[in-house]
Every structure is written in C-alpha cells, then in structure tokens.
C-alpha cells in the first residue's frame, strides 16, 4: 500500500493532496448479462476521453493510448480522511489495508499473488478526499484486474483476525511516520491550519483512534463507501474503448447501488490570526513551512495561484531558490498551491543551510513573498513557467498510470474536464492576476508558520558490537495454499502473459571518434525525448579522507561553466520546460532528464557544457558543501541508511570502495577543496567514459548531427582508470552491530552478505532467488512471514545490489524496537530455508510468470526504455537485450536457482546491523 497519502497529479504545478454484501451483488447465473441503461456521455470534441455512467451509478472513463501494449485500471472512491470523525480518524486508511485481506474468491494474498503472476504494477492509497486501487499490466491480462476491483468492491470479507494482525503493520508505518522530520512538520502543519475541518486529522489518523477502531466499525465504514455511485473506474491504454467498457459492464454492472455516503457538512471558519508552531526532537536538520490559505481546487483562482506558485518556488530559476539557496540561507527551497476537494493552502518551504537560524530563513522567505505583492512578474518569468507547465502537461502523457491517475484525481475532487481547459487558462493567467492573488491569498492572518527545530544531538550515536559464529533457529514457515480462480490453471505455469516488447523500433548505437557512445531509439508515440546517461566517474575512485568526492563533482556540473552561470544554465532549460539532473552513485555518476523533441538540440548543448566545462566557481562550491553536508545529516537521521551503511561496514573491509557511504561524511565533505574537485574532473571526465541514451521522439540522422556537434570535438581522456571493484569473500561468522538512535520510534534492521556482479553467470538465477525472498512486494516469502503471518513490520525488501562491482545483498525491515529481536531472527529463518531448501517448482514458474510479464509494463514509458538500454550497454549485454530478456529468464532451472541460495545466502556468515531506539546486550551472540 502506498505510504504517501497525498497523490500528485504528475504535470500540474498544484499539489494535491455478510448479508448486506449480499444485498449489494445480485449474482446471476451468467455474468455475461449486462445491464442496457448505462448512459454514454458525448464526448467533448478534441477530448480523448470517453465517459459512461451505468445504472448503478458507477462512472468510467477511457481513454485509449497505443504507445504499448499495456493498459492502466484504476477504481477511485470518493472516500478519504476528509470523511472521517473524531474517534474515527484513520479508518480510510486502514480499510484500504484492509482490502489486501481477501474475498470469498480470492484467499487471504491470493489478489497479490495473482497480480504478480500476471506481470501486474499494482498498489493502492489514501488521500484526505479519496482512495485509489490500481493495476498496470498487459493490456490482454484487462480483465483480470475488473474482476479483482468488482470482487472487492463489495465482497470484502474483513476478518477480526486480520484486523489484529495488520494493527502491528499499521503501527509500524506510524513510527516511521514520527521519525521523518519533514512528514512529522507537514502533519502538523495540517494540524494547526485546519481547526474544525477533517484536514486537520492526518491520513495514517491519530494513534488513539486508529488503537480504538474496531472490526465492525471498519466493516460499516467499507458498506458506506464502496459503492458504485461513489466511485470512478478509469482505464487509459491499449484497450478498445467499446470492449473495455463491455468488459465494465460485466464485472461492476450487477452490483447494487447503494444509498449516497453521508455528507460532509463542517466548513473551515476563515483564519483570523497567524498560528505558529514549533517541533522540537533529537536530530541536525532545520526545516521550515509556510501555509497560507487557498481556495479548492475548482475555483477560479486556482490558474492563477498554480503560476504563483511556480514562479515563486519551482526550479533554480524561481525566486525563492535565489533568494533563499543563492543566497546561502538554505539548501532547498519551493512552493506550491496545494488543492484538495475543498479549500486547502499554499505552500512555501525551505531546509536551513548549517547554521542557519530558522527565523533568519523566515524573515528572508516572507520578504519574497511579500515582493510578490509589491512587483507583479516579468514577462520572462511568466513565459518560462507557462513553458514549463505545458512541457509537463506534455511529458505526463508518457505513462498510462500518469493519465489514469490525473483523470481518476481530478474527477474525484472536481471534473475530469477540468484538464480539457486547463493549458487555455493558464495561458491567460496574466502579471496583474499573478499580483492580484498574492496580495489576496498571501495574508498574514491567514498564515500558518511551522519550524522544525531540533535540540542537539548528545553525541555522536553510540555502537555496541557482538560478534558470533552462529545465527537463531527456527523451522520454515507456514505455506497457505490459495484459493481457487479461474486464472489459475492459465496463468500459474504460463511464461509470459503479455503481448511483447512495448517498442517495436529496434535501437541504434553509435560510437563518436572519440570514443562517446551514443544509443538512440525512436518512440514518435508522444512528442518528448527522454535523456539518461553516465560517466564512470563514481566514487569508487574518491581517495582515503575524501569520501563524498564524485557525489560533489556531480553536485557542481549545473552550478557554472566557462560559458554559463549557474542561473545561466537553469534559465536555458526551464524554458523550454526541459530538466536535467546529476547524481553521483557508488561506481558512475548519471545524469537524466526530459526535453520536448522539438527543444532536443538545445538541451544537448547545455549537458555537454555541463559535463566538459564546469568552472567550479569558489562561491558556488560553498553552497554545495552546504547542500551535500546537510544531505548527510539528513541520511544519519534515518535509521534505514544508518543499518545500511553499517552493514556496508561490517561486509567490506577498509579500503575497499563499497565500505564507506558515497555520499561522505561531514568530515570528509569538509576536506574537499576546489583542487580535489578540478582533479577529479580532468582524471574521470572524458568522451570515453561517457554513454549517452535518448529515447523518443527522434529524427535519427538528426540526433547524430546534434550529439556530434555539441560532443565531437571533446578532447579523448587518455588513459582513464580501470572500472572494476575487487571482489570480497563471505565472511565466515556472524557479526551484529548495534546504532542507538535517540527519539527514535522505530528501528531498522538490516541484514547483509556479499553478492554478486551484473554480469556474473548466475545473475539471472539469484535475481529469481532474491525475488522469491524478499523483491516481489506483498508475496515474497519475507513479506509473508513478517508482514501477513507475525504482523511485525510495514514492509521487508531484499535487494539484489548488482553493479560492476559485486554489491551487497541487503535486506531490510523497519519495526518497533520491542520486535527487532523478532524481526532479525524471522529474516535469518527464511534465508536459512531458502538457503537449505531452495525455491518450490511452483514459485519458479509464478516468479518467472511475473517477471517476464511486468518487463512490457516496466518498457511502457521512453525513461523505462532509456533505463534499460542504458544498463544494456554499461554492462555489454548487447543491444537486443530487451528481445531476449523473456528468454533469459525462462532458461533459468530449479537447480541454478537452488544453487545460486546456496552460494550467496550463507547463513553462518553474515552483516546485522539495527539503528534506532533499541536497547540489546551488544555481548549477544548472533541475532537472538
């Protein structure tokens, strides 16, 4: 489930945010019948969506995209915390948990399980004004995911038992919730804003309520709302419009409709003073909001204030980062006109640079503000953020999940028509409306002000170490055998329920002179390019004491060149409305982004500057540091880094480039002068060490010309350092180390053991064999085991970090300190039973089924195709990679995948590493 809560819509620069189940289904004997009085809406001309009401009330809209062979099913509720009472408050969301439980149909994790086995992308979420189900998946595999929605749209089956179980998992996402300062800042935020509206209470609901809420009141709560007149079923893809709405009819057309929820009647009374608050716990990072009241979503305003908001805080050109970053006050800095249903705030929000005072940062954000009121925009500044706006409308129609979830958000909360005028109003939004909304909305009495202000740190956290040659004992857990449906027998054994590759134009790759190489497919589906790349130039080569070096490097490639400043560099690409961004990673840094195709040429140029000719102006070098430190103190606060890294430490030896985090530390950062980062640039920089990936909307003869011009004449780097990361052998014992992290509610535990290279002969097998145990979401056999079967954790991963070096396996659950002893043990069991026994004929088959089936899901999108053309060249698996991808995995035999658990899942030797607040005789041996 996802743990956001507030969905938003991926282009708009607004934020969002028993026997009567038998009375609401009239099952028939023939689930063919379809009901004749479903009213089919006109279709507005130059819309591409279709709209239906059936007789139930149930609303669908479709819209048909023939990009790839997928299709995006969503059911939206009009059901949110926005519906909830006092006493009550987190009842949305823990239905939506709820919901995973099982039908009559579907046993309890048979609907994941079932997904999986059909390549399905699926989750869910809950938002203050609505709850959203999704798939995405093969658009032949359509059906599948009606039939699952229908079944649980009325079918629920909400045991008592369940309810007590996911209670543990609920509170686990409550303790990680209070330990990440910026959420814990934006709930109260909420809080303190709205005082009589059900904004106030946030989505997770407070603890109390949620501990009180009994079964029978979730079960009321579920008759109430999921209905047929308070949902939207949305379908965009490759589906036939008149087949998937037949398709609707068939599934949701029988079930009763239902009487309308009950109403929300309370209206926030308007504001009549500023409210200020300030959270104070252990921890480094000060972060600051600013709300001011705004209308809804559907107001007239809204066009207006969505501008504002870009103008004042979107982007390195925006007025805020100026202000606030250029000027050294902060690390980051944006804003945004959130809408909801009903009226809801804009939002301004900043992190403080190290040393840094929080009413400092205050007084320099409201002085921008303010200046709004005072000097309406330029020109320029109005063109580029227009620019931008339509650039993304543009962008967002790469995905089907991105359509579905603009239509089924804005439907639910407004219109999904609202989309059809919104680039024309926006294109009318003047200076005078830009000034005329800020001096209207941007009210001192009307403002809420929230300071995250920690107190210090005692101390650097404390490390007890224990070291031991074995591990805890347990025996194999419980295997449920799953309902019968009549998917089974076609899917359980099939090798790939798709209909193929989503791009049927084949790539082309090309080598410059001077050794770049260039990979380039062309997608004419939608109008936009999307840019990947990287330079092997990561941090595998920082030196002793510089730790954080390549990450810097990266940091500075937008911050300046010889023929641009950094301001330079951002007005040249916001507008446009292209991005690019830098990252420094462990063995390369990478660069992504997007441009419109018409804008391809220009964007080219700006990333060849940045990349061959960063000045690494002194000024700018400062203000990095300050971004990279405060980047560190944020990951120590995180006790899922902290166990990671220490895991890091305990698994690679000193010197060993996988021992240290690539991020650095404060100390590290601290040592780095502009000569470290010039050096490293002139060593690691070149043509050579360069692949570049642009797939989209391309002229291919052009892309040639374009990339030969703006990297052509790049100088070849002569002798560049060796690629490779020396291997480590498994350690022979168990080693457990221990971080206490003050005020923390949860811990992490993280346990780790040496893996493998992307190209080591069982990769395939070990990717398959780290699915099964803990990569493939609410099924894995971790999942099932500390999730569904003990109720210890919100989630446990496991992951396969495989690179040209040989990474860790690392997995890793978050839980409440009283469980980590628990948590460590139940992850040692099912590595021990993986390890000793392998995986069953069965869960080979479903593995394989659901990887070679999500692959055309995962390729739907130009970034998805970029990313891995991208690895297919870094790695040498060939340009015909995708092709033979469904292949590879499907020569993969039981015994190589038994094989490959017994080679990497050695249970006597291995990392545990637990951060938080969490009390344990360090003397102890293994993980007991």
């Given at each position: 489930m996802d743990p956001t809560h507030r969905h938003v819509p991926s282009y708009t620069p607004h934020r969002m945010r028993g026997g009567a189940q038998a009375r609401r289904m009239k099952r028939h004997a023939s689930m063919s019948q379809s009901p004749t009085a479903t009213r089919r809406e006109p279709v507005k001309k130059g819309s591409p969506v279709f709209e239906a009401v059936l007789a139930n009330g149930l609303k669908v809209l479709i819209q048909e995209t023939r990009g790839a062979p997928v299709v995006s099913f969503m059911v939206w509720y009009k059901v949110g915390s926005r519906n909830e009472s006092t006493g009550m408050t987190g009842i949305s969301h823990l239905l939506e948990h709820m919901m995973f439980k099982g039908t009559p149909k579907y046993g309890k994790g048979e609907i994941a399980r079932l997904l999986q086995r059909n390549g399905a992308s699926f989750n869910a979420g809950t938002s203050l004004d609505y709850t959203n189900y999704f798939e995405v998946l093969a658009s032949d595999r359509l059906e599948l995911a009606m039939e699952i929605e229908a079944d649980r749209m009325t079918n629920a089956l909400i045991p008592e038992e369940e309810h007590r179980l996911e209670m543990t998992v609920v509170h686990s996402e409550l303790e990680r919730n209070e330990d990440d300062p910026h959420r814990a800042l934006y709930t109260e935020l909420f809080a303190q804003a709205f005082q009589a509206h059900p904004y106030h209470w946030p989505t997770i609901g407070w603890r109390s309520d949620v501990e009180a809420i009994r079964t029978e009141q979730i079960r009321d709560y579920y008759r109430s709302h999921y209905l047929p007149n308070n949902a939207t079923v949305v379908i965009v893809g490759d589906a036939s419009r008149d087949e998937a709405l037949a398709l609707v009819e068939k599934h949701f057309g029988l079930i009763e409709r239902g009487p309308e929820p009950p109403p929300v009647v309370t209206v926030e009374p308007p504001q009549i003073g500023e409210r200020r608050f300030k959270i104070r716990k252990p921890g480094d990072t000060r972060y600051l909001m600013v709300a001011y009241k705004a209308p809804a979503l559907t107001d007239p305003d809204t066009y207006a204030l969505d501008v504002l908001g870009m103008i004042l805080g979107h982007g390195k050109a925006s007025r805020l980062y100026q202000a606030l970053v250029e000027g050294g006050l902060a690390t980051d800095a944006e804003a945004a006109n959130e809408t909801a249903r009903d009226p809801l705030f804009f939002i301004a929000e900043a992190t403080a640079a190290p040393g840094v005072p929080l009413d400092r940062l205050?007084?320099?954000?409201?002085?921008?503000?303010?200046?709004?009121?005072?000097?309406?925009?330029?020109?320029?500044?109005?063109?580029?953020?227009?620019?931008?706006?339509?650039?993304?409308?543009?962008?967002?129609?790469?995905?089907?999940?991105?359509?579905?979830?603009?239509?089924?958000?804005?439907?639910?909360?407004?219109?999904?028509?609202?989309?059809?005028?919104?680039?024309?109003?926006?294109?009318?939004?003047?200076?005078?409306?830009?000034?005329?909304?800020?001096?209207?909305?941007?009210?001192?009495?009307?403002?809420?002000?929230?300071?995250?202000?920690?107190?210090?740190?005692?101390?650097?956290?404390?490390?007890?170490?224990?070291?031991?040659?074995?591990?805890?004992?347990?025996?194999?857990?419980?295997?449920?055998?799953?309902?019968?449906?009549?998917?089974?027998?076609?899917?359980?054994?099939?090798?790939?329920?798709?209909?193929?590759?989503?791009?049927?134009?084949?790539?082309?790759?090309?080598?410059?002179?001077?050794?770049?190489?260039?990979?380039?497919?062309?997608?004419?589906?939608?109008?936009?390019?999307?840019?990947?790349?990287?330079?092997?130039?990561?941090?595998?080569?920082?030196?002793?004491?510089?730790?954080?070096?390549?990450?810097?490097?990266?940091?500075?490639?937008?911050?300046?060149?010889?023929?641009?400043?950094?301001?330079?560099?951002?007005?040249?690409?916001?507008?446009?409305?292209?991005?690019?961004?830098?990252?420094?990673?462990?063995?390369?840094?990478?660069?992504?982004?997007?441009?419109?195709?018409?804008?391809?040429?220009?964007?080219?140029?700006?990333?060849?500057?940045?990349?061959?000719?960063?000045?690494?102006?002194?000024?700018?070098?400062?203000?990095?540091?300050?971004?990279?430190?405060?980047?560190?103190?944020?990951?120590?606060?995180?006790?899922?880094?902290?166990?990671?890294?220490?895991?890091?430490?305990?698994?690679?030896?000193?010197?060993?480039?996988?021992?240290?985090?690539?991020?650095?530390?404060?100390?590290?950062?601290?040592?780095?002068?502009?000569?470290?980062?010039?050096?490293?640039?002139?060593?690691?920089?070149?043509?050579?060490?360069?692949?570049?990936?642009?797939?989209?909307?391309?002229?291919?003869?052009?892309?040639?010309?374009?990339?030969?011009?703006?990297?052509?004449?790049?100088?070849?780097?002569?002798?560049?350092?060796?690629?490779?990361?020396?291997?480590?052998?498994?350690?022979?014992?168990?080693?457990?180390?221990?971080?206490?992290?003050?005020?923390?509610?949860q811990v992490d535990v993280v346990y780790g053991l040496p893996g493998l290279s992307r190209t080591d002969p069982d990769y395939y097998a070990a990717l398959i064999m780290n699915y099964l145990l803990g990569g493939g979401s609410l099924s894995s056999r971790l999942m099932d085991n500390l999730r569904d079967k003990q109720g210890l954790v919100y989630g446990v991963y496991s992951n396969l970090n495989a690179g040209i070096g040989a990474g860790p396996i690392q997995i890793r659950a978050g839980t409440n300190p009283a469980n980590a002893d628990r948590t460590a043990k139940a992850i040692w069991t099912e590595v021990k039973r993986m390890h000793d026994g392998g995986p069953t004929p069965m869960e080979l088959a479903e593995a394989k089924s659901y990887m070679t089936g999500v692959f055309p899901v995962r390729l739907e999108t130009n970034s998805g195709v970029a990313s891995q053309l991208l690895g297919a060249e870094l790695y040498g698996l060939g340009m015909d990679y995708i092709d033979r991808y469904v292949a590879l995995i499907n020569s993969v035999s039981l015994e190589e995948v038994s094989a490959a658990a017994r080679r990497y899942l050695a249970p006597r030797g291995y990392a545990l590493a637990i951060a938080g607040s969490y009390d344990a005789d360090p003397s102890a041996p293994g993980v007991a």
């Open positions: 205050e007084r320099a954000l409201l002085e921008e503000a303010d200046r709004m009121k005072a000097e309406p925009p330029s020109q320029g500044e109005l063109s580029r953020v227009k620019k931008q706006i339509q650039a993304s409308f543009t962008y967002s129609r790469d995905s089907v999940r991105s359509l579905a979830q603009q239509l089924g958000y804005y439907e639910t909360v407004g219109s999904y028509r609202y989309l059809d005028t919104y680039l024309d109003l926006i294109a009318k939004v003047t200076p005078e409306d830009i000034q005329r909304v800020a001096r209207g909305y941007l009210l001192d009495d009307s403002r809420t002000v929230g300071h995250y202000d920690p107190l210090p740190l005692d101390g650097v956290p404390s490390a007890g170490y224990a070291r031991g040659a074995g591990g805890p004992r347990g025996g194999p857990g419980r295997i449920r055998r799953p309902a019968e449906n009549r998917y089974r027998e076609r899917d359980a054994g099939s090798a790939a329920a798709t209909k193929g590759p989503s791009r049927a134009i084949e790539p082309v790759r090309f080598e410059l002179p001077n050794g770049l190489v260039v990979v380039h497919r062309v997608n004419p589906a939608n109008p936009t390019v999307a840019i990947q790349g990287l330079v092997k130039a990561g941090a595998i080569y920082d030196p002793a004491g510089k730790g954080g070096l390549a990450s810097f490097v990266a940091a500075m490639l937008d911050r300046g060149t010889t023929d641009r400043t950094a301001l330079d560099q951002a007005k040249a690409l916001e507008s446009i409305g292209a991005s690019l961004r830098f990252n420094g990673g462990p063995e390369t840094v990478t660069f992504s982004g997007n441009a419109l195709a018409e804008d391809i040429g220009t964007v080219l140029a700006v990333l060849a500057d940045a990349l061959r000719n960063p000045a690494f102006p002194p000024d700018q070098i400062e203000k990095a540091r300050d971004e990279q430190i405060v980047r560190v103190k944020v990951a120590e606060e995180d006790t899922a880094f902290v166990a990671s890294k220490v895991a890091n430490e305990i698994l690679f030896p000193p010197g060993h480039p996988f021992h240290l985090s690539s991020i650095g530390t404060k100390a590290s950062l601290g040592a780095i002068a502009r000569d470290d980062l010039t050096s490293s640039h002139a060593a690691h920089y070149g043509p050579n060490t360069v692949v570049l990936v642009l797939v989209g909307d391309i002229d291919s003869r052009a892309t040639i010309e374009q990339v030969t011009q703006s990297f052509g004449d790049w100088r070849k780097l002569e002798g560049p350092a060796p690629f490779a990361v020396p291997r480590i052998e498994p350690p022979d014992r168990a080693e457990r180390r221990i971080v206490r992290m003050e005020g923390k509610s």
